[in-house]
């Protein structure tokens, strides 16, 4: 079982930088790929940035490419996401997950998931 918890979340002005934590609880090598989502108010959720653990490969979408960076510390079984250039359509729940693939480049098909953490960016 993958228990996964997500902090870091808060309200920030449009510029503005937050760095999300996903911490991986009872850690196994079952999961290789870990992911951020991001659901707003009325809005499907979307898969914001992936990376293959242990690997560095990452993936992200066209919406966050040049201000997300997804990374990891293995040593801490935690991913995290820095968020710079924070734009009010950003404003979001981000969620953590993950799932074991042979490729972290879809968002899709992920069974584990965090609970959530909110992020508000104000113009």
């Known amino acids: 079982q993958v228990h996964l918890v997500e902090s870091g979340g808060g309200s920030v002005q449009a510029g503005g930088s937050l760095r999300l934590s996903c911490a991986s609880h009872?850690?196994?090598?079952?999961?290789?790929?870990m992911a951020w989502f991001r659901q707003a108010p009325g809005k499907e959720r979307e898969g914001v940035a992936a990376?293959?653990?242990?690997?560095?490969?990452?993936h992200y979408a066209d919406s966050v490419k040049g201000r997300f960076i997804i990374s990891e510390d293995n040593a801490k079984n935690t991913v995290y996401l820095q968020m710079n250039s924070l734009k009010p359509e950003d404003t979001a729940m981000y969620y953590c997950?993950?799932?074991?693939?042979?490729?972290?480049?879809?968002?899709?098909?992920?069974?584990?998931w965090g609970q959530g953490t909110q992020v508000t960016v104000s113009s």
């Open positions: 997950a993950a799932e074991n693939f042979a490729g972290c480049s879809e968002f899709s098909g992920y069974n584990y």
């Open positions: 009872d850690y196994t090598p079952m999961t290789n790929c």
């Open positions: 990376i293959y653990i242990g690997r560095g490969g990452t």
